[in-house]
Antibody, heavy 119, light 110 residues
Framework: QVQLQESGPGLVKPSETLSLTCTVS????????WGWIRQPPGKGLEWTGY???????NQNPSLKSRVTISVDTSRNQFSLKLRSVTAADTAVYFC?????????????WGQGTMVTVSS | QSALTQPPSVSGSPGQSVTISCTGT?????????VSWYQQPPGTAPKLMIY???NRPSGVPDRFSGSKSGNTASLTISGLQAEDEADYYC??????????FGGGTKLTVL
């Protein structure tokens, strides 16, 4: 069965770039759509963006100018880069698979990785 | 895009039914049957409970049901159990091909 694992630095300095990777196991990354969702401490979920099978992406308009989502099919991984971070970007970041039959529901999630933005 | 509106908290006793509402606009909930619901116990990743308004993924008990009327979607949990205590989030597809989540509802089983 498909499993997801996020990885990346837990601490990022303000104004720098947050970089996270999601490793997919148990299935081909090219078969599905994928997404990133984040959750600030004590707050709700925020959709960050999608990676489509074609390799194209879609991002949350509020983050669009700072976000890049990319894929490395050879490693069965996809990545999130968020530029010019501030304390407001401190959150648990989840990667997730989009349910194949419903292109906007996330059926498999990684455990999440906490990223703190602080000097 | 603004977050969908959910009540901050709901509660119920074991065996009872509770309903959580999720209000959006004609640009999201009202225009698409693409509302999902997630359950998130503390410290864990969300779990998909309902998709496309009323469909349950395999393994989700039929105590969980979803519906929609106009710009408001609802999640009903019947036969409430202690293990249902968690935060619940709705989400919807939007007219600008994005996804928006609700602010979350904390369910307390009394």
């Amino acid at each position: 069965q498909v499993q997801l694992q996020e990885s990346g630095p837990g601490l990022v300095k303000p104004s720098e770039t947050l970089s996270l990777t999601c490793t997919v196991s148990g299935g081909s990354i090219s078969t599905y759509y994928w997404g990133w969702i984040r959750q600030p401490p004590g707050k709700g979920l925020e959709w960050t963006g999608y990676l489509y099978r074609s390799g194209s992406t879609n991002q949350n308009p509020s983050l669009k100018s700072r976000v890049t989502i990319s894929v490395d099919t050879s490693r069965n991984q996809f990545s999130l880069k968020l530029r010019s971070v501030t304390a407001a970007d401190t959150a648990v970041y989840f990667c997730a698979r989009v349910l194949p039959s419903a292109h906007d529901a996330f059926d498999i999630w990684g455990q999440g990785t906490m990223v703190t933005v602080s000097s | 895009q603004s977050a969908l509106t959910q009540p901050p908290s709901v509660s119920g006793s074991p065996g009872q039914s509770v309903t959580i509402s999720c209000t959006g606009t004609s640009s999201d909930v009202g225009s698409y049957n693409r509302v999902s619901w997630y359950q998130q116990p503390p410290g864990t990743a969300p779990k998909l409970m309902i998709y496309e308004v009323s469909n349950r993924p395999s393994g989700v008990p039929d105590r969980f049901s979803g519906s929609k009327s106009g710009n408001t979607a609802s999640l009903t949990i019947s036969g409430l159990q202690a293990e249902d205590e968690a935060d619940y989030y709705c989400s919807s597809y939007t007219s600008i091909t994005t996804v928006v989540f609700g602010g979350g509802t904390k369910l307390t089983v009394l």
